[in-house]
């Protein structure tokens, strides 16, 4: 029996190994052994004599193999100590042939039992024997004979070596990794505060007062004088109680702590909860809407041949003018897919014009993408490539010069690609046609699906929350409002729609989300269509997606003050002007970012060191997975990330509300446009198109009919392309102040919890401070080699 068990837990270890080296368990054993955390579940189930309890021998080498395999697996799927460390795991008894239903069942027939013994295995004959009863004391008995204790001591030491050997590989791997990263960042690869610098002092501030109430409590807790246990603080009320000099300060800070520091930290918790209610309801709305969305079936639809026109001459087709921009900057990874991919629009030919709208201020790369509009030019495509030599504006400035064109007037619509997105063939005929019979129509956006999710584990958290973001949030408020914010690519306007509302403007740093907000002042309606997908790529580094992020969040509060008294004396509705102030800036652009990172960040460790200000335990655990599951619901195959995700979202609302703020009240980091790095992902029929080169004689073919001027022309950027080799860009990880400064500060909360026994807490606080760690360190997303 004891070699069957023995067997077994080796194969369930070699089982785990296998599954680890894929990584694609780890979040969701390591979900399992935090729930056995905050449950406490400390049920025992007897087998094999009742030698084994719940929590001993079956965890271990699975969370030990998982994390390795995460680690190995997964590239820089660092975050795998988050999910996985400081959680003391122990193992379930493992019943013969993993036959789950003996681990949990408990035998209480009360029958004798029997031993089936085979006489003669040449024959089909079993003797059943029983036990006489004469000897059924001593069977009760043998429980305490000498073999089982050994055997108890040899498991329980067995248990106690699995989790060492846990502890230590966790351990040694992540200060392994930590050494690393210390020791080969550059010296210019830590992040420059500039003027945001006050976040990082608040910051540094609360840690020094949070290590020195730290020290206070320990010296405290060992002198007998701490007051854990206790709902009601003891205070001595009596000088005959007073112990040391030392022991009256510490009293005067309990008492300070509970007359002054504890009710306003109540009142802003208070306060945070109630928005982190709200904010949880107004999701728990969008998901009903997506829900009754699928339910019915509802989607914007259009007529089969919505061209047709039998007057037209010809084909019998009536196709719009259709103009087409591809604004890019300095985009060497990703300009050739994104040109390709637009020449290829199935469209006739003279009714679009595709404009290359090339802000890139590297000359090499203005060759290269020159070279390319004059390969497509060559096949037929009516393309243009446009260099602006004043380049102010960003990118609102570069489609504002692009639009001022004579030759525009002549078009209906306007399509817009950023430089890394790659529409099918049919996008236009699956777009176009919702504007015909439909002149109230603005705005057509497709939605965006990504090439590169699962090259790492950041690309695949950003994949949880773009995916709900479409096909919750834009799609609610296309089928319910006819409104929702520009995505700023992949989608058609109404050039009318553009003029009327004043045209691309400057004034923020999303320009998307201003012409947006202008047009449905101006009465416009715009459609979302979640079934047409455009590929593109997510950020793969850190630092590209945190200035993503910035400018994202920073963006909005500019336009809101700029707009909001455009909102206020607009003709449109009073709802329309409530949804617009309450829920879309208010709400969802201010309120998210404030109440996570204060709440989560900032008021939870300091209640660590403030008892009577605790936090309740659903506000910390409950509410936030459950809406980390309802993020996850539109990517059912990312439900094994949902701790990380949880973990790294709060970890993101440092650099949100650092971004929230610096735009409502106009700093300089506000206005910053910095390009987010591409790495020229493509799809596999991409990289099959890309592998067919074309021959000599297509070539020739292609060449027919071409001047000697303009063959000349098209040779030299031919070869000025081929010369021009791609120029190693040193990338260096950087080390970011603010993420470590909150990682040592909830880390320190954490010590304190531990002191004060609160586990749910400790956990929290652990797992969130070795997040904030990692990726303080950049050791999460693209590592630089």
């Not at 009240?665 to 790095?677: A, D, M, N, P």
Request: charged share 20%; proline share 4%.
């Amino acid at each position: 029996m004891y070699l069957v068990l023995v067997e077994n837990y080796w194969r369930v270890s070699k089982f785990c190994i296998a599954i680890a080296r894929k990584g694609l368990l780890a979040v969701l054993f390591s979900w399992t052994v935090f729930l056995l955390a905050v449950l406490g579940d400390s049920r025992s189930f007897t087998g094999y004599g009742g030698l084994c309890s719940t929590s001993q021998c079956f965890f271990a080498p699975l969370l030990t193999t998982t994390i390795v395999g995460v680690l190995k697996g997964v590239g820089s799927t660092t975050l795998g100590f988050v999910l996985l460390g400081g959680v003391e795991v122990h193992a379930l008894n493992m019943a013969p042939r993993l036959d789950f239903s003996d681990w949990w069942a408990k035998d209480t027939r009360k029958g004798t039992p029997v031993v089936v013994k085979m006489e003669n295995p040449n024959y089909s004959v079993v003797e059943i024997q029983g036990p006489d009863s004469a000897f059924r004391p001593v069977e009760k008995s043998r429980g305490k004979n000498a073999k089982q204790v050994t055997w108890v001591l040899l498991l329980k030491a067995h248990r106690a070596v699995g989790c060492l050997t846990w502890f230590a590989t966790v351990f040694w791997s992540l200060l392994g990794a930590i050494k690393k990263r210390l020791s080969f960042t550059h010296p210019l690869g830590s992040e420059r505060l500039g003027r945001d610098r006050w976040l990082f002092t608040a910051i540094k501030l609360f840690l020094a007062l949070s290590l020195l109430i730290l020290g206070f409590e320990i010296v405290a807790y060992f002198r007998g004088w701490h007051y854990f246990e206790s709902p009601s603080l003891h205070i001595p009320t009596s000088t005959l109680e007073i112990q040391s000099l030392l022991h009256l300060v510490y009293v005067g800070w309990l008492g300070l702590r509970a007359d002054y520091i504890a009710p306003p930290i109540k009142a802003l918790s208070k306060f945070c909860i109630v928005l982190f209610l709200i904010q949880s309801v107004d999701r728990l709305i969008l998901c009903l809407g997506c829900f009754w969305i699928k339910y019915k079936k509802i989607k914007p639809r259009f007529d089969e041949e919505p061209f047709r026109n039998d007057d037209a001459e010809g084909c019998g087709y009536a196709y719009p003018m259709v103009l087409v921009q591809i604004p890019m900057c300095n985009e060497r990874e990703v300009y050739e897919q994104s040109i390709s991919a637009v020449c290829q629009l199935d469209w006739p030919k003279d009714r679009i014009l595709v404009q290359v709208l090339d802000d890139s201020n590297d000359e090499s790369i203005q060759q290269l993408i020159k070279a390319e509009v004059a390969k497509w030019s060559q096949k037929g495509v009516n393309i243009i490539y446009r260099h602006r030599l004043v380049r102010t504006g960003y990118k609102a400035g570069n489609l504002k010069s692009a639009m001022s064109c004579d030759y525009v007037e002549a078009y209906e619509f306007v399509a817009i690609f950023d430089a890394d997105f790659q529409p099918n063939p049919d996008f236009l005929k699956l777009t176009v046609p919702h504007f015909k019979d439909n002149p109230e129509l603005g705005l057509v956006q497709a939605r965006w699906t990504f090439v590169n999710k699962d090259e790492n584990l950041l690309t695949r958290l950003q994949n949880i929350n773009l995916c709900f973001h479409f096909e919750v949030e834009q799609q609610v408020s296309g089928v319910f409002l006819n409104f929702f914010g520009f995505n700023g690519t992949a989608g058609v306007w109404r050039i009318k729609a553009l003029e009327e509302s004043g045209g691309w403007l400057e004034r923020t740093t999303v320009e998307d989300m201003d012409i947006a907000v202008r047009a449905h002042l101006h009465g416009w309606k715009f459609i979302y269509l979640n079934d047409v997908k455009v590929l593109c790529e997510v950020p793969e580094s850190y630092e590209a997606y945190k200035k993503q992020q910035h400018r994202w969040h920073s963006g909005p509060m500019q336009l809101f003050r700029l707009c909001l008294g455009a909102i206020l004396t607009s003709k449109i509705a009073i709802w329309k002007k409530a949804n617009l102030i309450l829920l879309f800036f208010l709400l969802r652009k201010l309120i998210l970012p404030f109440y996570s990172f204060t709440l989560f960040c900032i008021i939870l460790p300091l209640t660590m060191f403030v008892p009577e200000a605790e936090l309740p335990v659903w506000v910390i655990c409950y509410i936030p997975v459950f809406m980390s599951f309802l993020n996850l619901l539109p990517s059912p195959k990312s439900f094994p990330f949902i701790v990380p995700y949880l973990l790294f979202e709060n970890t993101m609302s440092v650099t949100k509300f650092n971004a929230m703020v610096s735009g409502l009240f106009q700093l300089g980091s506000s206005y910053e446009w910095i390009v987010t790095k591409k790495a020229g992902r493509s799809s596999e029929s991409d990289l099959l198109s890309i592998t067919e080169k074309e021959t000599p004689n297509k070539r020739s073919q292609l060449l027919r009919g071409v001047s000697d001027s303009e063959l000349l022309e098209l040779n030299q950027l031919e070869e000025q392309k081929q010369a021009v080799a791609k120029k190693p860009v040193k990338k260096i990880n950087k080390i970011y102040h603010k993420e470590l400064a909150l990682a040592f500060l909830l880390l320190t909360a954490a010590v304190r919890s531990l002191l004060a026994a609160q586990g749910v807490h400790f956990y929290f606080l652990m797992f969130q401070g070795v997040t904030f760690l990692l990726v303080g360190l950049d050791l999460i997303g693209e590592q630089m080699s």
